[in-house]
């Protein structure tokens, strides 16, 4: 069974400059990535720490800074696989029914606010889940 998590937002915050970034990131690329949240750079190290340890980021490689070397982190999993991890332990949490996960999906689609990109983006999901599960 795969594990299930849940991040705090400043630990979604970290995933989110990796996924939007795409490639393995050093701790002071992070830092600066995330400026808005004015980090220390401890903190940081400490969130990094929490997120290796819900096995939600690994350590990729060492990349040199200054004279020293540091440690490049990727996120092991894609930022959809994480929402869909969550409306899952969601599920499970609260004991929500698979047909109240119909009922919501079948409600946001009818939405005023969807439109045929966001239409498009969920055919592709369940497309790849599909294909997933054959």
């Keep these: 069974m795969e594990k299930k998590f849940s991040l ?66 990727e996120p092991t999993l894609e930022k959809e696989a994480y929402e869909l991890m969550q409306l899952d332990k969601l599920v499970e949490d609260q004991h929500v029914g698979r047909a109240a996960i119909s009922k919501f999906a079948a409600g946001f689609i009818g939405g005023e606010d969807v439109d045929m990109e966001t239409l498009d983006e969920l055919e592709k999901l369940i497309l790849k ?5 054959k």
């Design 8 to 73: 705090t937002p400043n630990e979604y915050s970290i995933l989110s400059v990796m996924w939007e970034k795409g490639r393995p990131l050093a701790r002071n690329e992070i830092v600066e990535l995330c400026k808005d949240a004015d980090w220390k750079s401890s903190s940081v190290h400490i969130l990094l720490n929490q997120l290796l340890e819900k096995e939600a980021i690994r350590v990729e490689g060492f990349v040199r800074t200054g004279k020293n070397y540091g440690r490049t982190y």
């Design 129 to 133: 889940r599909k294909e997933q599960l």
